[in-house]
């Protein structure tokens, strides 16, 4: 167990931007930063980052929390994980207390796969730089390949012997359950007798952003026609294929500095390159792109030049996933190289700066490669060409973006001289996609909705603008946000507000449960040590749900821009002077709110009361009550409050 000193220590030596920077590219916005949410497709940010409060809130799919709510949600890590992740980037010594025998099995159960993957790449490392067998056969394959020792170390690179059984014997001896190795994929079972998936190959660890290492991809080094020539890891918790971009890991900061990615075909173009100093590059594996691995590229940039061979299969390979990087406007471009020749190939024999003026001088652009691969494969067969006109049109729909009418038009203008059709007809065509995607996104929209309740308006003889809607739940949360933010401040004939929360509000008006329990716990730490919890104490707490809800209730959405009053020469009030304003009409709602109640306990017992004299004096309260709730509203010009039906106490 960690020690909750080193926890905190953690805590305030971790820096929200600077953890949060290394996974996604952050835009300075007025005091705070934004960008496209890591969690969702976005075109828009809507991701914000407050340095001060030390949490983010996406305010498109709702995740937020602190530093070490990112790195767990990001990275898949549990909570330990996550504070030993930030402790080894911040160089800080976990104090631990000493753990039962119990306790460290469960810890080797809850991060199962995540330690055998370490335990095996060093072992695949360790074989290959060792022992003589790892040294003749694995190792004189990379040295063939022109791999220095540096970027073998770099890139973790491994073999397992040819033997059969060794790694399976040496990872039982450490205590790894063959269950949990056959579920790793490093071992199969047959006829009772376990052998290495991966003998006789040399390995290529595939890790995640952070590094972890998430599975494995494996290269036959003899010829073998009944074996293929790569395996990969099956597919588990940890290693989803279409999630994951070899070389990301080694690759991020480059992509990001450069602020462009090269996307290539393998493992071993992605270390060729990076060994010829060409260093924002990552590979999909052989897969066709994929909408996860796209947004683990936008993290970082919007510029994705794709880099496949020459030949038939290269060139098909890269009009895979082009429409999709288009639709989370990306800034594509490809490069083919002459024939015969790939990334790795070619920057082996012609070195990193030739590579790099090679790249500049064969970009191009999306639509234009797409126009003549299409027109060489189509010839004169109108039945083709009619399929491939349709094609481009649907690729240009997906820039659809205002800024981009220009660019638009431009390969409007462009294909329809190279495909010989009417300009006028193919802008037609382009609409068409256009209206039948924004047709079928307003749908989908249109299922999501959920129409909102009626409110109650008070009825007065002055015009009444149409009110907002109260949501009592959100009531409930804005107590919580007073608390937590107010309460050590003034309040006039109270300590502070707090002292006034605690005497003015009935928690058993609060019906949330989770709302319930943090305003029991406040006024319970307050209690305890005598003095009120901050922001800290909830956003940093163990439980990730308190985390997560307390991270958006505390991130200003709406914060007003910086330079709002530069632009339009109006003081904004800060919320130095303004929070007694929320004070108030937070403390109104729940007025409001017992007045109800309290009305609707005294209709019930007017309608059970068979005593005349009490009922008209029942009916008297009632109208009082009613009074009191027109005062109310009169006096704070409170909006309508929706009708609420008090629950029967047993």
Known sequence: MIAAASIQEVLTRADIVEIIGQFVRLKKRGANFIANCPFHNEKTPSFHVSQPKGIYKCFGCGKGGNVVTFIQEHEKLSYPEAIRWLADYYKIILEETERSPEQQQRQLAEEGLRILNEFAAQYFQDTLLNTDEGQAIGLSYFKQRGFRKEIIDRFKLGYDPET?????????????????????????????????????????????????????????????????????????????????????????????????????????????????????????????????????????????????????????????????????????????????????????????????????????????????????????????????????????????????????????????????????????????????????????????????????????????????????????????????????????GYANVSALVYERIDPELLDNAMVRRLYDMYFNFSEKFNKLPDAAYFINHADESIQQKMAGLLYAKNEISHNWKERHNIETIHDEFNYINDVDSTLNYFELKKLMVMQEDLSEKIMQEKDPIKEKQLQAKHIELKQMERDIIKQHGTVALRIFRSRKKN
């Open 164 to 492: 059969g059984d060794d790694f399976y014997k040496a990872a039982t001896q450490k205590g790894y359950s063959a269950e949990l190795l056959e579920q790793a994929g490093l071992v199969k079972n047959r006829n009772g007798s376990y052998y290495d998936v991966y003998r006789g190959r040399v390995i290529f660890p595939i890790q995640s952003m952070t590094g972890r290492i998430l599975g494995f991809g494996a290269r036959i080094l003899k010829t073998n026609d009944k074996a293929p020539k790569y395996i990969n890891s099956p597919e588990n918790e940890l290693y989803v294929k279409s999630r994951v971009l070899y070389g990301m890991h080694q690759s991020r900061q480059a992509i990001g500095k450069q602020d462009e990615c090269y996307l290539v075909e393998g493992y071993t173009d992605v270390i060729s390159l990076h060994q010829g100093g060409v260093e924002n590059v990552v590979a999909s594996s052989g897969t066709s792109l994929t909408e996860d691995q796209l947004r683990l590229i936008g993290q970082l940039t919007k510029n994705l030049t794709i880099l496949y061979d020459g030949d038939p299969a290269g060139i098909k390979a890269a009009l895979r996933g082009l429409d999709m990087a288009l639709a989370q406007s990306f800034n594509v471009q490809l490069v083919l190289f002459p024939g015969g020749e790939d990334p790795d190939s070619y920057i082996q024999k012609e070195g990193g700066a030739k590579f790099t003026e090679y790249i500049k001088a064969h970009k191009q652009d999306v639509i234009g490669f797409r126009l003549e691969v299409g027109l060489s494969e189509a010839g004169k067969d109108p039945v083709k060409k009619s399929k491939l006109v349709n094609e481009i049109a649907e690729s240009i729909s997906r820039i659809n973006k205002a800024e981009d009418f220009s660019l638009q038009h431009h390969y409007i203008r462009e294909a329809s001289q190279k495909l010989d059709v009417d300009e006028t007809g193919l802008i037609n065509l382009v609409n068409k996609y256009i209206r039948e995607r924004v047709e079928m996104e307003r749908r989908q929209n249109r299922r999501d909705e959920v129409l909102p309740e009626a409110n109650t308006i008070p009825v007065t003889d002055e015009p009444v603008m149409q009110p907002p809607q109260v949501n009592g739940e959100d009531q409930e949360w804005q107590l919580m946000s007073i608390l937590v933010e107010y309460g050590a401040k003034s309040y006039e």
